[in-house]
């Protein structure tokens, strides 16, 4: 743990209490992460007495500092500066005010609060205008509801834009929803720590709002940072008898060593009929001096994380249920976790991106096999799976020296990822690896999951090297050649240069190349809407061929107002921006991002939409005409944003079926956001095999 006392600058005063509260909190959760370390009770020894604030308290949100713990290794939660970034929509013009003795002056209307952000459109906003054409009332409505738990790396980008730009307020009238709050709660569920605190930053000191000082506060317990929280819970209990608030200050004043005064306002928590029993648990442990046993904890908060900690709690495994994306993060970053635990944590929280790739490598690192386990890691990964295995299998990629072992680990590292769905977080870890495995006819067998993997991370050079030998044999070798078939379309949904030459031509030959494996029908069905959603062409042959009278899809959709909207904003956009994607430049080509950790659910291949509940969806070619014009009007882009991510859900791309992601990618092609459908596309194509 960080010691803030020698790593920040001085600070901000908010009283000799509340200051000399946080030294308490500070050296007691030093002496207690040294006791746990060493299986030792916590002992809390009186210090100060830890009182509320005086009424003339300034708002902690703006007077503490709002930088959050650096933890080890984790460079997404790098400290944010305490200089408030306050950016926002343009002020309006000035007014002048006359005063009696006539002079003039000028004055600047206050700053609307809910314009402010953190992204203008020069560093990844979504724009000022982003709400145009959107009603307040709908952005209200739908905000909240915002997917955090879905595990694609690009709908979490998009998501965290939607969030961050600076925009102004949408029309209409407003049901009294204040929009930065909304914007904050959605980032904190989000798990983004470093966003939340850079968005509160932003947002001008004289705004209180109890709702922001709740969600700063839960954020500090999440990054193990309590001697900020228990301020914060200072600064609140005064004139907030809410029994959140009440239950953290009764924490904090046994961090500070009050135990008499914590169990006295703990035990008139007991009488009013808290259901709390967990944290009644945990805090009687704390008190005690003994690890607490908690035998289920399936919806944790960050108070019961933050306790457990302090207490020694060992967590139980039911604790990563909850899918919370900041809960996921510290369960991996935790000591009073096991081994097994942490690293199916940290692989769920490094799908959804709160958890950097090299924090799940340390993690994979840190786990001890046998010799035994060692001498036959495949034969045991071929009848179990799970975090451990792909731990031992990284082990064992690392200590192998000869090219064609290494491949063997890797090849079946990525088919279990696959299977679990989280094949992209595998394809991550074992990248360092893959890339020192030389091509050679020796493993032409594995080149065309090394060309995947490289298409995955965006790795040019890498897809080059493996499309060369894939070629090269492809001249006199039949396998070689529906190798390369098989990879090419994944390379054309990428955007790769080794897919320039793409026609009609080359579709034909992937479909006979995968013809006879299982699911290739299905396959073929993603393929063509994906395709389609790009402004690529299929043929209608193509179409036909997947025609099955007996086939029928029970799916569950989006809602049937989100589908027509979908529908509508793409008809809006194709006058005035939607072209093919197939026709960019590969200068507007990002590399591919790493979006995707679940695997495609296949499905029958259908091909018609109706929305609001499961429907009996019709054969796939049904619906392969093109959308009418309908207006050349600006499409407008938050909407477009938030209506996509809404219909995908929480299941993420990889789970959706493949008509509704034809119309997503249509949308957002519509929008402008030609290189995150792309992106979208190809990793829902991967995660299915193709």
């Avoid at 954020?219 to 907030?240: G, H, K, M």
């Avoid at 009013?272 to 046993?293: N, R, Y």
């Avoid at 039911?318 to 900041?326: A, E, K, R, T």
């Avoid at 395709?531 to 029970?554: C, H, K, M, Y």
Wanted: proline share 8%; hydrophobic share 45%; net charge neutral.
């Amino acid at each position: 743990m960080t010691d803030f006392l020698n790593s920040e600058g001085p600070i901000a005063a908010v009283g000799r209490v509340l200051l000399a509260a946080g030294l308490v909190a500070a050296l007691s959760i030093a002496a207690g992460d040294a006791m746990a370390q060493k299986g030792q009770p916590v002992r809390l020894t009186p210090l100060q007495t830890l009182s509320p604030p005086s009424e003339q308290q300034p708002n902690p949100t703006k007077s503490m500092p709002t930088v959050i713990e650096k933890l080890p290794q984790t460079p997404s939660l790098q400290p944010f500066s305490a200089q408030p970034l306050v950016e926002a929509a343009p002020t309006p013009a000035p007014v002048k005010a006359k005063f009696s003795q006539g002079i003039e002056i000028d004055s600047l209307q206050s700053i609307d609060p809910d314009t402010v952000g953190t992204l203008s459109a020069a560093r990844g906003g979504l724009g000022i205008d982003m709400w145009r054409g959107t009603s307040r009332e709908l952005v209200e409505r739908l905000l909240p509801h915002l997917p955090v738990n879905a595990p694609s790396l690009t709908m979490r980008d998009l998501m965290r834009r939607l969030l961050l730009s600076i925009a102004k307020v949408p029309a209409g009238p407003s049901a009294g929803t204040s929009l930065v709050t909304l914007r904050v709660k959605r980032l904190a569920a989000m798990g983004d720590l470093v966003a939340v605190n850079s968005l509160l930053n932003a947002i001008p000191g004289q705004i209180r709002d109890q709702d922001l000082i709740r969600v700063e506060t839960d954020s500090r317990f999440l990054a193990n940072d309590n001697a900020r929280a228990c301020p914060l819970v200072a600064s609140q209990i005064r004139d907030n008898d809410a029994p959140y608030w009440q239950k953290a200050f009764a924490f904090c004043q046994a961090l500070a060593g009050e135990h008499d005064k914590a169990a006295l306002g703990v035990g008139l928590l007991r009488e009013t009929s808290d259901e709390d029993e967990v944290f009644f648990t945990l805090f009687d442990g704390l008190i005690a001096g003994e690890p607490p046993t908690i035998q289920s904890l399936a919806d944790p908060t960050p108070l019961h994380l933050a306790i457990a900690r302090v207490a020694n709690a060992q967590l139980p495994v039911d604790v990563v249920l909850s899918n919370q994306p900041g809960v996921l993060r510290t369960v991996a970053m935790s000591p009073n976790a096991s081994n097994g635990l942490r690293l199916e944590a940290a692989e769920l929280a490094q799908a959804v991106g709160v958890l950097p790739i090299d924090a799940l490598r340390q993690l994979y690192n840190s786990i001890q096999f046998s010799d035994q386990d060692l001498a036959n890691p495949l034969s045991r990964a071929e009848v179990e799976f799970g975090p451990m295995v792909r731990a031992l299998l990284y082990h064992t990629s690392l200590i192998q020296t000869v090219p064609t072992a290494q491949a063997e680990a890797v090849a079946r590292a990525f088919a279990l990822g696959r299977d679990e769905g989280r094949y992209a977080s595998t394809v991550r870890v074992f990248m360092p690896v893959l890339k020192r495995v030389p091509p050679s006819a020796e493993l032409l067998w594995f080149a065309p999951e090394a060309a995947r993997a490289f298409l995955l991370v965006g790795d040019r050079a890498g897809v080059s090297t493996w499309f060369q030998l894939m070629r090269a044999a492809a001249l006199f070798n039949p396998d070689a050649k529906q190798a390369l078939a098989s990879v090419l379309p994944v390379a054309r949904l990428i955007g790769s240069p080794e897919a320039d030459e793409w026609s009609d031509r080359a579709l034909t030959e992937w479909r006979n190349a995968t013809a006879k494996t299982k699911g290739s029908d299905a396959r073929a069905a993603l393929l063509y809407n994906l395709f389609e959603g790009l402004g690529e062409n299929v043929p209608d042959e193509a179409w036909e061929a997947l025609i099955n009278t007996d086939a029928r899809s029970q799916v569950a959709l989006p809602d049937a107002g989100i589908w027509h909207r979908l529908v509508q904003l793409t008809e809006v956009g194709v006058g005035e921006t939607q072209r093919s994607v197939a026709e960019m430049p590969s200068a507007e080509l990002a590399p591919a991002d790493t979006g995707l950790a679940m695997q495609f659910a296949v499905t029958k291949p259908a091909a018609s939409v109706v929305a609001g509940k499961t429907a009996v969806l019709p054969p796939a070619a049904a619906v392969a005409a093109p959308v009418q014009k309908r207006s050349t009007s600006k499409v407008p882009v938050g909407e477009s944003v938030l209506i996509s991510l809404l219909a995908l859900g929480n299941a993420g791309p990889t789970r959706a079926h493949p008509l509704l992601l034809r119309q997503i990618l249509k949308t957002l092609a519509a929008a402008g956001l030609k290189k995150e459908a792309r992106n979208l596309a190809a990793k829902a194509a991967l995660a299915a095999g193709l």
